[in-house]
Every structure is written in structure tokens, then in C-alpha cells.
């Protein structure tokens, strides 16, 4: 499975982006996908996920702001961003996981497969 991410980019606080993530490979709809992120000086840490199912998870200091999401039909998950504050500046990061069983979503470690960052910038 190939990630590739795309989307980042400069904004003002307040604003908006939509992060998209393509895979490739015939696993994609059965596969968990995530998006992390990694700012200045911090450690990479979760932001969302969506299964297969269709169902998400959404870390606490982006819920409400921030939507998963995901179209099979284009093996492409959607971070949909608003109300953007300076502190969401990083590198974002999408992952997928292979379908089978796992302990917490919010691990690095449960994940099979990373595209490369893109980067966002929110300024004040």
C-alpha cells in the first residue's frame, strides 16, 4: 500500500483546509486509515481515524474543528479542517492499518503503512 498526502498548505487563523490522502492497493476499503500530525518540536500524535465501517475517532483537541472521512470508491480519506488555530501547525501524516484487531487507534505502532507529511502552517 502506497499513501501519498496532499493539501497543506499557509492559512490565517480561523480559516479552512481539506486534506486528502490517495492509496493505492486493493485493501483500501477494508483498511483503517488515520491522519497524525508532528509539530515544531512535539512528538507525532493522533488526530483521527475512520474503519472500514465508516465509523471515526477524533482526538479531543481537534474535535468539532475537524472531520474524517473517506470515499472508496476513490481509495482517498478526507481531513476536513476549520476553525484553525496557530497551535494546529505541523506536519500531517496519513497511515493505514490492515484490517484485524487493535488496541487503541491513537497508537503510532498500530499502524501498517504511512504516506509522507504535508506540511500546514496556521499563522495568527
Known amino acids: 500500500v502506497q499513501l501519498q498526502a496532499f493539501g497543506g498548505g499557509l492559512v490565517q487563523a480561523g480559516g479552512s483546509l481539506r486534506l486528502s490522502c490517495a492509496g493505492s492497493g486493493r485493501t483500501f476499503s477494508s483498511s483503517t486509515m488515520g491522519w497524525f500530525r508532528q509539530g515544531p518540536g512535539n512528538e507525532r500524535e493522533f488526530v483521527a481515524a475512520i474503519r472500514s465501517d465508516g465509523s471515526t475517532s477524533h482526538a479531543d483537541s481537534v474535535r468539532g474543528r475537524f472531520t474524517i472521512s473517506r470515499d472508496n470508491t476513490k481509495n482517498t480519506v478526507f481531513l476536513q479542517m476549520r476553525s484553525l488555530k496557530p497551535e494546529d501547525t505541523a506536519f500531517y501524516y496519513c497511515?493505514?492499518?490492515?484490517?484485524?484487531?487493535?488496541?487503541?487507534?491513537?497508537?503510532?505502532?498500530?499502524?501498517?503503512?504511512w504516506g509522507q507529511g504535508t506540511e500546514v502552517t496556521v499563522s495568527s
Open positions: 497511515a493505514a492499518k490492515n484490517a484485524g484487531w487493535y488496541y487503541s487507534l491513537a497508537r503510532i505502532r498500530e499502524y501498517d503503512y
